[in-house]
């Protein structure tokens, strides 16, 4: 019977790669908090390590500094020491005089012993005492010597360690010294780097904050945009990591799936209404082939001896006919109320508004107002869903019948779009027109501008999300006291008109 | 019985509700016409007042309740009875609120309004 076509995908939707077609729940979980976490113990860590690092740079600038004070004194003490050797050599002074300068040498060096040691190590300072006292041992060697010429043996080797002694020192002094300055310029220069540093690090992580949760809100906001005009379909934001928002998203979610199903429930009772007012005219249309079938019955068993043949059969004849006419109301009752899933089927358009009109005639009978049907001949076949259909164009009708005062008039035309492949439906009335500012509102769920228990404003709504789905559009155009159309426009099949079985 | 015979149109735009009716209500030996259309029928009361208009109330171009403010607007003593397509409470005050002497809903039994019809012309005998 019907063509059955499935699986149509919605071109709109990337069904590809990447992360969108990961579920939230599996990707890798990296929070805002913990962002926020880690930049901080990254500041942290930053200052603790430079103030420790300057804490310990300025305590051992402190010995190097106390260390060169000392090594200076004890450095003019041996200087004197050998000023006093020389003067005892040349002229013969006394020599106690450079012993006494040695003897204070000494003193410092064992004094500050400690202080000396952490900068030169025990080794050195074992050595640099180990030459002051292999120094004083020869001076005391030439002042004990008897005469001139044994002073003048031990002459080579005391200079020798004197100035071994001396440079020694000196050596070391220097050495420091240098160090010490170098010390100075980066305990200058490491605060420099350690605010820029600071610096380029809070740029950062406020740019790439404030970028993210604005983007992400910015999502977020077209979201709800989205389930604003009534798309339920779940939201999956393209994050590679699991945070805040994606718990947000799931929140969304779950808010998502209750509003749809809310909505669904209400697309039920908005339904059940449509078809409380459909039954009033059913009722009706039922009756009249009910009632005739009855009168006739009744006659024909009443009349029956005095009823010629001719007149007996075109009363059985009138019953048959009456009983199949009541038949076909309960069968437009039962596809109207037909719950299910989108059944897609090929179908001949001209027929589905037809239909529709008839599904409506008692509206339009009661409200007075004139309906009036144009299609143009050889339409294309159409794909969709033959009630899901016959409700947008009932919905339609119903609307202008709403507005349309008695003996208002609705043109329904039926015609190929000038675009090629598809058709295009006009459903127009001469009544009051959609004001310009609520022109735009009027497709949004639950937007009515009629009396509570009249308009659900799901109607509109609900025969966009029809016609989308068909691939097709839905708009009006409205000249506020003139009237409103509304154009419908689906795209037409290929296939070959055959294939209908009517 | 030698009472005179009533004269009775029936109003209705399923045509075999006339077409069983004319039969079904000249047994008793009264002058019945049918109509589909209000006016038409309207233009005939127009030329002779009848004693007994049937009509439904949802039609076309006139509904039942305005033929029947206007029959009544022309002869005071004919009896009206409204053929309901669904008996509701609200229509059938409004019938009566009206002056229509009774209300039938379909589906009815040509007996049921033999019944009503009766009971009209037993008052418009009295
Ligand atoms: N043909 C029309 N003329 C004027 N206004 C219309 C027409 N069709 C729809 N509207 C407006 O659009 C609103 C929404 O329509 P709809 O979604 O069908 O909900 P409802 O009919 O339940 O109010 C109506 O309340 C009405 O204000
Ligand atoms: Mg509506």
Redesign the pocket.
């Known amino acids: 019977m019907d063509q059955h076509i499935t699986d149509i995908k919605d071109p709109d939707i990337d069904y590809g790669s990447e992360p969108e077609n990961i579920p939230l729940h599996q990707r890798p979980s990296i929070s805002i908090r913990a962002k926020i976490a880690i930049s901080f113990s990254l500041f942290f860590i930053l200052s603790f390590t430079v103030t420790v690092w300057s804490y310990w740079i300025l305590t051992k600038l402190e010995h190097k500094i106390e260390f060169l004070e000392i090594a200076d004194n004890y450095m003019v003490e041996i200087q004197q020491a050998r000023r006093f050797e020389k003067n005892y050599l040349l002229y013969r002074t006394d020599l106690d005089d450079a012993l006494g300068h040695l003897k204070t040498a000494d003193k410092i060096l064992k004094n500050n012993s400690e202080k000396i040691e952490k900068i030169l190590g025990p080794n050195h300072f074992n050595t640099m005492v180990s030459y002051m006292s292999k120094y004083h041992d020869q001076l005391i060697l030439l002042g004990a010597a008897e005469n001139d010429a044994a002073k003048e043996a031990i002459v080579p080797s005391l200079r020798q360690f004197g100035s071994q002694m001396v440079s020694f020192a000196t050596e070391f002094v220097e050495k420091e010294r240098i160090s010490v300055t170098r010390m100075f310029l980066l305990a200058k220069r490491v605060p420099l780097y350690f605010m820029s540093a600071i610096f380029v690090l809070m740029v950062f992580v406020l740019v790439f904050l404030t970028r993210q949760l604005l983007l992400t809100l910015n999502r977020f906001m077209e979201y709800t945009k989205r389930i604003g005009e009534g798309d339920f379909s779940p939201i999956t934001p393209a994050r590679k990591y699991r945070d805040e928002f994606t718990k947000l998203a799931e929140a969304f979610n779950h808010m998502i799936k209750e509003l749809d199903h809310k909505h669904n429930v209400l697309l039920e009772s ?1 339904k059940l209404r449509a078809i409380g007012t459909l039954v009033a005219g059913v009722a009706h249309e039922l009756n009249n082939p009910l009632n005739n079938t009855l009168l006739t019955a009744s006659m024909l068993t009443e009349d029956y001896e005095a009823l010629s043949d001719e007149e007996k059969r075109e009363m059985i004849d009138d019953v048959i006919n009456e009983t199949e006419r009541a038949q076909r109301v309960v069968k437009n009752l039962l596809d109207f109320a037909r719950e299910g899933e989108t059944e897609m089927a090929l179908l001949k358009i001209d027929k589905i508004v037809e239909d529709s009109t008839r599904l409506v005639v008692n509206q339009v009978r009661f409200a007075k107002v004139d309906l009036t049907l144009d299609c143009e001949p050889n339409l294309p076949l159409i794909a969709g869903d033959e009630q899901k259909l016959k409700q947008v164009f009932v ?2 009708i ?3 019948v ?2 349309l005062p008695p003996r208002g008039k609705i043109r329904i035309n039926v015609k190929k779009d000038k675009v090629p492949g598809y058709v295009l439906i006009t ?1 127009e ?1 001469n ?4 004001d310009e500012h ?1 022109q735009g509102r ?2 949004e ?1 639950f ?4 009396r509570r228990a ?10 966009r999300g029809i016609i989308k789905k068909l691939g097709g559009y839905i708009k ?1 155009k ?1 000249v506020p006291g003139k ?2 159309v ?1 154009i419908v426009s689906l795209p037409a099949t290929d296939s070959p008109s055959e294939i209908m079985s009517k | 019985m030698n009472e005179q015979p009533l004269k009775i149109m029936v109003i209705d735009d399923e045509n075999i509700v006339g077409k069983r009716l004319k039969p079904a209500l000249e047994k008793t030996g009264d002058i019945v016409e049918a109509f589909e259309e209000g006016e038409t029928a309207l233009a005939r009361f127009a030329q002779e007042p009848f004693d007994i208009v049937v009509t439904d109330i949802r039609m076309e171009k006139i509904d039942g309740i305005e033929i029947l403010e206007r029959i009544l607007a022309k002869s005071q003593r004919t009896k009206v009875i409204i053929i309901t397509g669904y008996a509701t409470v609200e229509i059938a005050r409004e019938a009566l609120s009206k002056g229509a002497f009774d209300f039938i809903a379909k589906p009815f039994k040509p007996s049921d309004l033999r019944q009503i019809i009766e009971r009209a012309s037993k008052e418009l005998r009295s």
């Open positions: 908005h919905n339609l119903l609307n202008a709403d507005v459903v009335d009544g009051p027109g959609i609520i009027i497709f769920p937007f009515t501008t009629k009249k308009g659900t404003g799901l109607g509109l709504s609900v025969s009006l409205s009237g409103t509304f």
